[in-house]
Nanobody, 125 residues
Framework: VQLQASGGGLVQAGGSLRLSCAAS????????IGWFRQAPGKEREGVSC????????YYADSVKGRFTISSDNAKNTVYLQMNSLKPEDTAVYYC???????????????????WGQGTLVTVSS
């Protein structure tokens, strides 16, 4: 199982970025893909999740209305469109995968079995 996150960068407050998570090595339709982030000195937190089987989506309250998660099953890729970015969104963002048949809490990091490397998002004020 491999997950490759990309798309991070430096952006001014109010700007936008789109993160991508390319997955391989498993049956994409049977998995949920989550986005998590970890800021310096803070615990990793759930941002959003999408079930590749039925398209169900979940968002942390802090990003609702600003971030949108989507999935292109033909490309085995999940996207996180981040708009109206704030300095407090600055973090390393990770994507992770877990079987939809096992996932109970979509935004809890320890639920996920497979993790990609992070991509850094920096939002300047």
């Amino acid at each position: 199982v491999q997950l490759q996150a990309s798309g991070g960068g430096l952006v001014q407050a109010g700007g936008s970025l789109r993160l991508s998570c390319a997955a391989s090595g498993f049956t994409f339709d049977d998995y949920a893909i989550g986005w998590f982030r970890q800021a310096p000195g803070k615990e990793r937190e759930g941002v959003s999740c999408i079930s590749s089987s039925d398209g169900s989506t979940y968002y942390a309250d802090s990003v609702k209305g600003r971030f949108t998660i989507s999935s292109d099953n033909a490309k085995n890729t999940v996207y996180l469109q981040m708009n109206s970015l704030k300095p407090e969104d600055t973090a390393v963002y990770y994507c992770a995968a877990d079987s939809v048949w096992e996932l109970v809490y979509p935004l809890i990091p320890y639920e996920y079995d497979y993790w990609g490397q992070g991509t850094l998002v920096t939002v300047s004020s």
